[in-house]
């Protein structure tokens, strides 16, 4: 069982940065496949980054790439998002997720955070 949180959300204007942070539970955190999705309003969820824990190859979505930066240290069980000059159309709620087993850039994930809302304004 993992446990997650999420926390760095805010408002920021166009243009700006915000990291996100995801602290996770269990002492097995280093072999878990570790992702970045949000969910904007009428939309449907979508993988944004993701960090395969076997080789530490980083999946980065088309609308994201060079701008988004995602990371881990496992010696403090957490995950980050750097975002820059980030757009309107980044807005949405950001969940960190995490899986034990299977592709690191498929959807289904197995533990899920609560999610932190990201807002930036034009």
């Known amino acids: 069982q993992v446990q997650l949180v999420e926390s760095g959300g805010g408002l920021v204007q166009a243009g700006g940065s915000l990291r996100l942070s995801c602290a996770a539970s269990?002492?097995?955190?280093?072999?878990?496949?570790m992702g970045w999705f949000r969910q904007a309003p009428g939309t449907e969820r979508e993988l944004v980054a993701a960090?395969?824990?076997?080789?530490?190859?980083?999946y980065y979505a088309d609308s994201v790439k060079g701008r988004f930066t995602m990371s881990r240290v496992n010696a403090k069980n957490t995950v980050y998002l750097q975002m820059n000059s980030l757009k309107p159309e980044d807005t949405a709620v950001y969940y960190c997720?995490?899986?034990?087993?299977?592709?690191?850039?498929?959807?289904?994930?197995?533990?899920w955070g609560q999610g932190t809302q990201v807002t930036v304004s034009s």
């Open positions: 960090i395969s824990w076997s080789d530490g190859r980083i």
């Open positions: 997720a995490a899986r034990s087993s299977g592709t690191y850039t498929q959807n289904d994930y197995d533990y």
């Open positions: 269990g002492r097995t955190f280093s072999r878990y496949n």
